[in-house]
């Protein structure tokens, strides 16, 4: 089926893509400043990164009338606030490191053996228990969309540049360099393991650094926020290969669809939204993360996300539901 089409003339007023460019230039040259001079300006690039999130969250909760859209940016705020800034910069004991947050490999150290066995231990627990049942009742979006540093900034700050991401089919077919990004860090961490760290280095300087801190956010007005958590994301490419096998999905009557093709231009993700639903078809794939645009946006609300998950508690039949 042909991708719906919009003939309409870009009328993202000046001072947004201004705003844009002067926080990213800012965020950027403080991490290179960084990166070169003084390790301890990371701690100006959380201050600046944090305020960006809840600054540009105020706007999207004032812009988006939808609860669910509120609600969630609300939690990724606060998520980026208390839990990566907070929590990481201030509270936790140095060694913890970024693991608190960030599942491995998106942090790839939390699992290197020079890590404290209860890092490791809560790392891996993080990672290989809770990470993966709370995403195949309830999708991706449980931590890309509500929990996620790198997904709140692409919700905030790239919220006015939703339209701009790519739908044709080779940028479908890109989607792969996610599984090579994947497949690096099982080499990079493994290469530590065996106390081999010329990897470890260039796998921080090229993915983290230029790749996640530089070249994902410089796309936003040209390719979208999600274009990390689309293409490079290594966490993203396990978490979504769960999402895809699990209950969530994101359905919708297709008798109702007046085909407006709204939901597919608005996608973060790039998924053709309107074409399944056309044809009657959930969508169960490894990109959506459940950031609710596309249901907030239809105008005749046919679209629901489906997920959830049963159990029987003192013989009362109970279902707790996305």
Same mark, same amino acid.
């Given at each position: 089926?042909?991708?719906?089409?919009?003939?309409?003339?870009?009328?993202?007023?000046?001072?947004?893509?201004?705003?844009?460019?002067?926080?990213?230039? %800012?965020? +950027?040259?403080?991490?290179?400043?960084?990166?070169?001079?003084?390790?301890?300006?990371?701690?100006?690039?959380?201050? $600046?990164?944090?305020?960006?999130?809840?600054?540009?969250?105020?706007?999207?909760?004032?812009?988006?009338?939808?609860?669910?859209?509120?609600?969630?940016?609300?939690?990724?705020?606060?998520?980026?606030?208390?839990?990566?800034?907070? +929590?990481?910069?201030?509270?936790?004991?140095?060694?913890?490191?970024?693991?608190?947050?960030? &599942?491995? &490999?998106?942090?790839?150290?939390? =699992?290197?053996?020079?890590?404290?066995?209860?890092?490791? @231990?809560?790392?891996?627990? *993080? /990672?290989?228990?809770?990470?993966?049942? $709370?995403?195949?009742?309830?999708?991706?979006? $449980?931590?890309?969309?509500?929990?996620?540093?790198?997904?709140?900034?692409?919700?905030?700050?790239?919220? &006015?540049?939703?339209?701009?991401?790519?739908?044709?089919? +080779?940028?479908?077919? =890109?989607?792969?360099?996610?599984?090579? !990004?994947? %497949?690096?860090?099982?080499?990079?961490? /493994?290469?530590?393991?065996?106390?081999?760290?010329?990897?470890?280095?260039?796998?921080?300087?090229?993915?983290?650094?230029?790749?996640?801190?530089?070249?994902?956010?410089?796309?936003?007005?040209?390719?979208?926020?999600? @274009?990390?958590?689309?293409? *490079?994301?290594?966490?993203?490419?396990?978490?979504?290969?769960?999402?895809?096998?699990?209950? *969530?999905?994101?359905?919708?009557?297709?008798?109702?669809?007046?085909?407006?093709?709204?939901? /597919?231009?608005?996608?973060?993700?790039?998924?053709?939204?309107?074409?399944?639903?056309?044809?009657?078809?959930? %969508?169960?794939?490894?990109?959506? !993360?459940?950031?609710? %645009?596309?249901?907030?946006?239809? &105008? $005749?609300?046919?679209?629901?996300?489906?997920?959830?998950?049963?159990?029987?508690?003192?013989?009362?039949?109970?279902?707790?539901?996305?």
């Amino acid at each position: 089926m042909n991708q719906p089409r919009s003939k309409s003339r870009d009328t993202t007023p000046f001072w947004r893509k201004y705003l844009h460019w002067m926080i990213l230039v %800012i965020i +950027l040259y403080g991490a290179i400043y960084a990166t070169i001079n003084d390790k301890n300006l990371w701690l100006w690039y959380a201050v $600046v990164y944090t305020l960006t999130v809840l600054g540009m969250g105020v706007y999207v909760i004032v812009k988006r009338k939808d609860r669910y859209i509120r609600l969630r940016t609300a939690s990724l705020m606060f998520f980026q606030f208390f839990l990566f800034f907070l +929590l990481h910069r201030f509270l936790l004991p140095k060694e913890f490191g970024k693991a608190a947050g960030y &599942p491995w &490999p998106l942090n790839i150290s939390s =699992l290197y053996p020079t890590r404290p066995d209860y890092v490791l @231990i809560y790392a891996a627990i *993080f /990672t290989f228990i809770f990470i993966p049942i $709370v995403t195949y009742y309830y999708g991706r979006r $449980v931590y890309c969309g509500w929990i996620c540093s790198c997904g709140a900034i692409a919700e905030t700050l790239g919220d &006015p540049f939703r339209d701009r991401a790519p739908k044709s089919n +080779l940028s479908r077919r =890109l989607e792969i360099s996610m599984y090579i !990004v994947f %497949i690096a860090a099982i080499i990079v961490t /493994t290469a530590v393991w065996l106390e081999n760290r010329q990897l470890s280095r260039w796998y921080s300087i090229i993915i983290t650094f230029y790749i996640s801190g530089i070249f994902s956010m410089a796309v936003y007005p040209f390719m979208s926020g999600r @274009i990390w958590c689309r293409y *490079f994301c290594p966490a993203g490419a396990w978490i979504g290969a769960i999402s895809k096998r699990g209950r *969530f999905a994101l359905s919708g009557d297709k008798e109702k669809c007046i085909k407006c093709g709204l939901c /597919t231009k608005y996608c973060h993700m790039g998924i053709n939204v309107m074409a399944h639903i056309v044809q009657g078809k959930k %969508i169960k794939n490894d990109q959506c !993360v459940g950031c609710g %645009i596309c249901i907030s946006l239809c &105008p $005749v609300k046919i679209l629901k996300f489906e997920g959830g998950f049963r159990f029987r508690l003192k013989g009362l039949f109970m279902r707790f539901k996305s």
